[in-house]
């Protein structure tokens, strides 16, 4: 079983900047960031292959501004920058003992109990 705690969240202005982090207990071939808005579902963010090459994959309403990363420490973050009204939501990290760096949430086998996060206008 792996366990995974968010942390990092918080309330910011439009094109602020944060930097969400999960540690994890354990070790999984892929991890990743999703988030719900409210009265929305769930939708992905963002992923990284942890072991190997780091191959990262981004939904297209992020890339260029939300950045995944890894560390030696079994941690991962989500460098978030230029937020915007419409990144507000809770965001949980995931992690998935696949090969394949999944964008959908049926990919994952673990998941952190979410961390929210407000940009307002």
């Known amino acids: 079983q792996v366990q995974l705690v968010e942390s990092g969240g918080g309330l910011v202005q439009t094109g602020g900047s944060l930097t969400l982090s999960c540690a994890a207990s354990?070790?999984?071939?892929?991890r990743g960031w999703f988030r719900q808005a409210p009265g929305k579902g769930r939708e992905f963010v963002a992923a990284?292959?942890?072991?190997?090459?780091?191959?990262t994959v981004y939904a297209d309403s992020v890339k260029g501004r939300l950045t995944i990363s890894r560390d030696n420490a079994n941690t991962m973050y989500l460098h978030m920058n230029r937020l915007k009204p419409e990144d507000t939501a809770d965001y949980y990290c995931?992690?998935?003992?696949?090969?394949?760096?999944?964008?959908?949430?049926?990919?994952?086998?673990?998941w952190g109990q979410g961390t929210q996060v407000t940009v307002s206008s």
């Open positions: 995931a992690a998935g003992q696949g090969l394949r760096i999944g964008v959908r949430d049926d990919e994952y086998d673990y």
């Open positions: 354990g070790r999984t071939f892929i």
């Open positions: 990284i292959r942890w072991t190997g090459d780091g191959s």
